[in-house]
């Protein structure tokens, strides 16, 4: 069945497009040191965790945490098995962290495969936290604003197999239940996958409550309700559950599926397409600068009352009764819907019209992600093509490549040229259904990064656009638009690129700055325009300039590899193996 596709409608009121550049500051950051009693538990990657995909899901693991509920609060799990809790009130008088939880047992002792030890905070009130053995546990943490001297309280600890990270929680009440959703990310040995890294990779979707009570007192204990499983094969970029457990969301390289549900592997109902001759390829189509046309192959009998066919300046939608539609999802560029036809041919096909809305460029596909078409060249697009590529070819090889024009040098390619090699997807799936009901073709969007902007609502994801880099926060109780471009960091999409050594980025919850940070040492920090002082002239355009984005570098005092990288509106937490730098960015 063809998955709903929908877009990522950009903002255009968000754009900058007279952005110059960032113009470096020399202003110095203040920066302040903490250092730590014991080494943060970081957990270096064995031989056995070779593969892209463990990098991405430990060796990159950000080791801090921020409180989402609480401003200037961030958390970190060191060697002695301790949740430390640092809040800044006054950055001259930073104290020591605080011990909220301690386990029971070392984790480091325990045989077996570990993972770094992994913490969500779940609510104003909870939080969940893996030993990196496999153990989940469930704490009460009381208003930790209010009370962060109060240690935290377990009130669920259970083994769930295999070890996992702790990616996404979130907490939601309903008729006196509570219950708490996690999500959890494993790496695991896939026999089946002869041809790729022979690993897999499954997030489990696991709900806690506390809605059976036990023994006399029927007391409610907090146990596992619901275990939901999906299957992938890259590790995701963004996941995370949706308020009330209603969907999940997941952007990723390569798609991701449920396969189980409480250890029961999800049944596939059998498929409803229809038969329209045994071929992959459904529909044929042909372009010119002005219009496409596209010719969909119908099953025998079709008649017009029987076709569905719905069309919108980028969604096309072509089906046939009540069957799953034929072509489905957004469009390659925009058309006009006004000036676009549809008719039926000789009773096997439906040609349909579509009208540019922009003459002129070539589209390289009708529906993002759909591969079921063949594209038709004119003999005269095919004379032009051969003319355009005529200097490629030659009858005699180039014996020196030196001389002319040389061939293109792959080691020459900046980070920007380059593009994942399965288009990365968004796709948002239903939490009763577990089908997907919205999916997003990424494609050159890179993923930058994930922040939570509101703590009633999901993290947002930045994406590169072009040169820029977009905030996007989902919003599922839209019908439509269900992911909200809220925020715009000019040139950053570009400006990352080039930093080869980045290791985490981030932003400020009130969008006033994006800062990255790279493996060792160096903090960049990017601010929004803000008006200037004095009157600058911009000779080459002949125009005063109103407003100038300041870029700042801050060097740190150490040799240790940055471990965390965190962001509030006011200061940048940067924690590394044996200290914690906190940089006051705003006033």
């Given at each position: 069945m063809a998955l709903p596709n929908c877009s990522l409608k950009v903002n255009r009121e968000l754009?900058?497009?007279?952005?110059?550049?960032?113009?470096?500051?020399?202003?110095?950051?203040?920066?302040?040191?903490?250092?730590?009693?014991?080494?943060?538990?970081?957990?270096?990657?064995?031989?056995?965790?070779?593969?892209?995909?463990?990098?991405?899901?430990?060796?990159?693991?950000?080791?801090?945490?921020?409180d989402p509920w609480y401003e200037d609060s961030v958390?970190?799990?060191?060697?002695?098995?301790?949740?430390?809790?640092?809040?800044?009130?006054?950055?001259?008088?930073?104290?020591?962290?605080?011990?909220?939880?301690?386990?029971?047992?070392?984790?480091?002792?325990?045989?077996?495969?570990?993972?770094?030890?992994?913490?969500?905070?779940?609510?104003?009130?909870?939080?969940?936290?893996?030993?990196?053995?496999?153990?989940?546990?469930?704490?009460?943490?009381?208003?930790?604003?209010?009370?962060?001297?109060i240690k935290w309280e377990p009130m669920f600890s259970e083994r769930l197999g295999e070890p996992f990270i702790i990616v996404h929680s979130l907490a939601h009440m309903l008729s006196h239940v509570y219950t708490i959703e996690v999500l959890l990310l494993r790496v695991q040995k896939d026999p089946s996958d002869t041809k790729g890294s022979g690993f897999s990779i499954s997030l489990e979707w696991i709900t806690v409550d506390n809605s059976a009570g036990q023994g006399e007192s029927k007391e409610r204990k907090y146990g596992v309700r619901k275990r939901r499983m999906m299957k992938g094969k890259s590790v995701p970029h963004y996941t995370a559950v949706e308020p009330r457990g209603k969907g999940i969301i997941v952007a990723s390289e390569k798609p991701f599926a449920f396969t189980e549900v409480?250890?029961?592997?999800?049944?596939?109902?059998?498929?409803?397409?229809?038969?329209?001759?045994?071929?992959?390829?459904?529909?044929?189509?042909?372009?010119?600068?002005?219009?496409?046309?596209?010719?969909?192959?119908?099953?025998?009998?079709?008649?017009k009352d029987d076709i569905r066919f719905k069309l919108t300046v980028d969604c096309?939608?072509?089906?046939?009764?009540?069957?799953?539609?034929?072509?489905?999802?957004?469009?390659?560029a925009p058309v006009d819907p006004e000036a676009s036809t549809w008719t039926i041919k000789d009773d096997k096909s439906l040609e349909v019209s579509l009208q540019k809305r922009s003459e002129g460029p070539l589209w390289s596909e009708v529906v993002l992600g759909d591969r079921r078409g063949e594209y038709l060249m004119s003999d005269e697009q095919k004379s032009q093509l051969q003319q355009r590529l005529s200097y490629l070819t030659a009858e005699d090889l180039n014996p020196?490549?030196?001389?002319?024009?040389?061939?293109?040098?792959?080691?020459?390619?900046?980070?920007?040229?380059?593009?994942p090699e399965d288009s990365s997807t968004l796709m948002r799936f239903d939490g009763a259904t577990l089908k997907p009901t919205h999916v997003v073709s990424l494609g050159s969007h890179q993923f930058l990064f994930s922040v939570h902007i509101d703590p009633s609502e999901m993290p947002a994801f930045c994406l590169r656009h072009d040169v820029d880099a977009l905030l996007w926060q989902p919003r599922p109780n839209q019908d439509n638009d269900i992911w909200e471009h809220i925020s715009t960091f000019n040139a950053l999409g570009y400006v990352q690129a080039s930093k080869?050594?980045?290791?985490?980025?981030?932003?400020?919850?009130?969008?006033?700055?994006?800062?990255?940070?790279?493996?060792?040492?160096?903090?960049?920090?990017?601010?929004?325009p803000t008006p200037v002082d004095t009157v600058l002239f911009n000779r080459k355009q002949g125009r005063q300039v109103g407003q100038v984005a300041k870029q700042q570098v801050a060097n740190l005092d150490t040799n240790d590899p940055?471990?965390?990288?965190?962001?509030?509106?006011?200061?940048?937490?940067?924690?590394?193996?044996?200290?914690?730098?906190?940089?006051?960015?705003?006033?």
């Open positions: 754009l900058d497009p007279g952005f110059e550049s960032y113009r470096l500051s020399l202003d110095s950051i203040p920066t302040y040191n903490v250092e730590l009693d014991a080494a943060v538990a970081e957990v270096k990657l064995k031989d056995s965790q070779y593969t892209l995909d463990h990098v991405r899901a430990f060796g990159m693991y950000n080791y801090l945490h921020i958390y970190f799990v060191d060697s002695k098995g301790r949740v430390l809790n640092l809040t800044v009130t006054l950055d001259t008088a930073l104290g020591k962290p605080c011990e909220m939880f301690r386990f029971e047992s070392d984790p480091s002792s325990c045989e077996g495969e570990q993972l770094c030890a992994s913490l969500s905070l779940t609510s104003a009130t909870w939080a969940t936290l893996s030993d990196g053995t496999g153990k989940l546990t469930l704490l009460r943490t009381s208003k930790r604003g209010e009370s962060s001297h409480d250890g029961l592997p999800l049944e596939e109902p059998p498929a409803e397409d229809m038969e329209v001759e045994n071929s992959d390829l459904i529909y044929f189509w042909q372009q010119t600068e002005e219009d496409v046309t596209v010719c969909v192959r119908l099953p025998e009998g079709t008649t096309l939608r072509v089906g046939v009764g009540d069957h799953a539609p034929l072509l489905n999802g957004q469009l390659f020196n490549p030196e001389k002319d024009k040389p061939p293109c040098n792959a080691q020459e390619m900046e980070d920007c040229d380059m593009f080869r050594d980045k290791k985490f980025a981030t932003c400020a919850p009130n969008f006033s700055y994006a800062a990255l940070c790279e493996c060792l040492r160096r903090v960049f920090i990017y601010r929004q940055v471990l965390g990288f965190r962001a509030t509106n006011e200061r940048l937490f940067v924690l590394t193996a044996n200290n914690l730098f906190v940089l006051k960015v705003n006033n």
